[in-house]
């Protein structure tokens, strides 16, 4: 593992990022801004982007009137308690074709998802997408294909407490990604968008780029603390689950540069300042298999897996905790039938 070997040579330093308050999006004109999906980022940005824009938060039953009724609050690192207007995701929805939309829901509340906008979005729509893992912005493209897609990854965690209050860990990052020369416009908006309200952001390549970085952290994180049923720290503590992490990224990369993005060292290096900088958080996927929901394992490692077998490579481990993952899923499940029939 040359690049395991270099990275503990090198001093660990967090990366640093200078954000600087920018001028108003589109000519100073009102913004509004869609956030559909009320969950830990949703809430973040929603508070955030509140301070110079029109936000609304779109969300489904219970979770929609709690948050009309009560609003929400960010604790951690960042504080503050919000009231935001609140919309369901029904066919009474409607959302301006000039409208700034950011998905955040996660990658398996998806599916149902856009379908039902590919009727409420409008041509030429600026969408951004928020979720862990790979092959999103394929996925949805194949239902929104008139929209202008960014690509947008969060690094640092922001964790859902309770249905009203997110956590943050620290001050994230937003990286951000396009393919068609005919979305930059589109990142260049979300970007000032997020300069504006004084969030760390930066334009970092292709799609494919971003989604790799920030799902390398998730390949290492997701699976394994969820199946120890650990905080993230837990890997930094352990000599075996390192050397198992090691494994999963050992098997990555390669599958990285097969779909055209050259992963090294630096990358690798980000992930473990990450898991430092998270290391008393609860994964989001230990999060979802605790509350018995669908988890993003289909676009984590067991994409890598995919992946890796359409170039003909090998991802074992990768796989290995993909199918394990599985299991304690659908055991989870079996628990919680047989405690509703008792």
């Known amino acids: 593992m040359a690049w395991a070997?270099?990275?503990?040579?090198?001093?660990?330093?967090p990366a640093r990022v200078t954000t600087e308050r920018g001028p108003g999006v589109f000519n100073n004109q009102p913004t509004s801004v869609y956030i559909v999906g009320a969950g830990a980022i949703g809430l973040y940005l929603g508070a955030?982007?509140?301070?110079?824009?029109?936000?609304?938060?779109?969300?489904?039953?219970?979770r929609a009137s709690q948050l009309e009724t009560d609003?929400?609050?960010l604790a951690g690192a960042d504080t503050g308690h919000y009231r935001l207007?609140?919309?369901r995701v029904n066919s009474a929805l409607v959302i301006p074709p000039d409208a700034l939309v950011l998905l955040a829901v996660k990658a398996t509340d998806l599916e149902k998802l856009v379908g039902p906008l590919s009727h409420i979005l409008h041509p030429g729509q600026a969408v951004g997408l928020l979720q862990n893992?790979?092959?999103?912005h394929k996925f949805v493209s194949t239902y929104l294909p008139h929209c202008r897609m960014v690509r947008i990854t969060c690094?640092?965690?922001?964790?859902?407490?309770?249905p009203r209050e997110a956590v943050v860990a620290g001050a994230p990052l937003f990286e951000l990604g396009v393919d068609h020369p005919n979305c930059k416009d589109t990142e260049d908006n979300f970007l000032?968008?997020?300069n504006l309200a004084n969030l760390r952001a930066r334009v970092s390549g292709t799609v494919a780029e971003v989604e790799w970085r920030k799902a390398l952290l998730n390949l290492a994180v997701s699976g394994i603390c969820s199946l120890v049923d650990e905080r993230n720290g837990a890997i930094l503590e352990s000599p075996e689950l390192r050397e198992l992490v090691e494994q999963i990224l050992e098997e990555a990369l390669p599958v990285a540069h097969a779909e055209g993005v050259v992963l090294g060292a630096d990358d690798i290096e980000r992930v473990f300042t990450a898991l430092h900088?998270?290391?008393?958080?609860?994964n989001a996927l230990l999060q979802d298999l605790r509350r018995g929901l669908d988890t993003e394992m289909p676009f984590l490692n067991a994409a890598v897996e995919r992946f890796a077998k359409r170039h003909k490579l090998h991802a074992p481990v990768n796989g290995a905790i993909a199918r394990l993952i599985a299991h304690v899923a659908r055991r989870q499940s079996r628990t919680e039938s047989l405690t509703r029939a008792h």
């Open 277 to 282: 900088n998270t290391r008393h958080n609860w």
């Open 85 to 87: 207007p609140i919309q």
């Open 71 to 73: 609003g929400f609050t």
């Open 192 to 194: 000032k968008l997020f």
């Open 48 to 62: 955030h982007l509140s301070a110079i824009a029109h936000v609304t938060l779109v969300a489904r039953e219970p």
């Open 5 to 13: 070997n270099a990275l503990r040579a090198r001093r660990m330093k």
């Open 133 to 136: 893992g790979l092959g999103v």
């Open 155 to 162: 690094w640092v965690g922001v964790n859902l407490q309770t």
